[in-house]
């Protein structure tokens, strides 16, 4: 079995998720290492603030360094040196918004996405099962098929039909799958992971339509597909708990680029088991730093603040970012000499904040398990 669900609470729940790379503890957290790295952290750095599954993005490098080059090198996790999990997306989230942004640069039949490639111009066709192909060139131990993604505000009709994509797109990702690992000799324990994505917007009814037809296909995983908050940016609490909660009991539940730590916090009570986002990388770039206060984790998010080092009062702040924090920043740095790296422009200031960051997001996971 690959998902073993070892406690419930409403429908918070925590387990373990076996890959051929090793067990991960529910619910988890995955830095995105977009171009096969974490910008600014070492491999080192990671494994010492706890990063255990990352995600790799399918697009970026299917365009740089390209497909021959990995297959050359051995894979994605020979080339970064990395030996922990590593799950891909499938690109066509990238892919869409591409075209979504400028029609010139391709569009979406039911063979696939055709797309020009932003940095040299030469055309690429992502056909479903080509997505599949490219994610076991890649080497990675957990992958997502190729959906139809549509903005929550699309109309309900254009929604309906990329559900409808969405589904035919999922039965040849399986068919391809099962022939790749025939042809690759994989057995139940070689084998990666396979995750579905459930589309549908902000329709209860085409979630629920969406993933019914998925678990008839049969999946690993079941991904949450689209944005969770609405046009004003508001969580929508109905569409992730009912799109939970149309998923199996005991498959894992991934709910893809999400989120802030709130949104996380949520999630999780609503039964979702995964999350991945830029987060904790990107504001810490920006020099904004999450700490836990003396509250207990809930969903009224009081129980962290956002500090923004840059600001003045911090110029001659001599305290560690968080003194509670074990993360190598709070260790050895003050938050005036951050204040500082950050004021000069310094890569070591916004390096020592995402890695404060990513050790927040898997303290957060921590406290979310043994809760
Ligand atoms: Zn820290």
């Given at each position: 079995m690959t998902f073993e669900i070892k406690g419930q609470n409403n429908k918070a729940r925590i387990g373990v998720l076996k890959t051929r790379r090793g067990d991960i503890a529910t619910p988890f957290f995955m830095p995105d290492?977009?171009?096969?790295?974490?910008?600014?952290?070492?491999n080192e750095q990671l494994k010492s603030v706890g990063v255990h599954p990352m995600v790799v993005n399918t697009y970026h490098l299917l365009l740089q360094p390209g497909m021959e080059l990995m297959r050359v090198s051995g894979g994605v996790h020979k080339l970064m040196n990395w030996d922990g999990p590593l799950l891909s997306d499938s690109g066509g989230y990238q892919v869409y918004s591409l075209i979504h942004k400028n029609a010139k640069l391709g569009k979406i039949t039911e063979e696939g996405a055709v797309f020009k490639s932003v940095l040299d111009g030469s055309k690429h066709l992502l056909t479903p099962e080509k997505a599949i192909q490219i994610q076991f060139d890649l080497g990675v131990d957990m992958m997502v098929l190729l959906d139809d993604p549509r903005p929550n505000n699309a109309p309900e009709k254009e929604i309906e039909q990329a559900v409808e994509r969405t589904i035919r797109w999922a039965s040849r990702c399986k068919v391809e799958f099962e022939k790749q690992i025939k042809e690759r000799d994989f057995d139940d324990s070689s084998r990666p992971l396979l995750f579905a994505v459930v589309q549908g917007g902000p329709f209860v009814h085409l979630r629920e339509k969406c993933a019914k037809a998925l678990i008839e296909i049969d999946f690993d995983g079941y991904s949450f597909g689209?944005?969770?908050?609405?046009e004003n940016g508001d969580f929508m609490t109905e569409i992730v708990e009912k799109t939970a909660s149309f998923m199996p009991e005991d498959k894992p539940r991934f709910a893809l680029g999400i989120g802030t730590p709130l949104d996380i916090v949520k999630c999780h009570g609503l039964g979702w088991d995964m999350f991945d986002c830029v987060i904790p990388t990107r504001e810490g770039r920006h020099g904004r730093l999450f700490v836990f206060n003396d509250?207990?984790?809930?969903?009224?998010?009081?129980f962290y603040d956002t500090m923004?080092?840059?600001?003045?009062?911090?110029?001659?702040?001599?305290?560690?970012?968080?003194?509670n924090c074990d993360c190598y920043a709070c260790q050895n740095y003050t938050r005036g000499y951050l204040h500082h790296l950050f004021r000069v422009g310094e890569p070591l200031g916004s390096q020592m904040a995402a890695l404060h960051n990513l050790r927040f997001f898997v303290q957060l996971m921590n406290k979310l398990q043994e809760k």
């Open positions: 290492a977009t171009r096969a790295s974490v910008r600014g952290i070492t689209g944005r969770h908050v609405d509250e207990d984790i809930s969903e009224s998010g009081s923004n080092i840059a600001n003045a009062k911090f110029k001659d702040d001599f305290t560690p970012i968080d003194e």
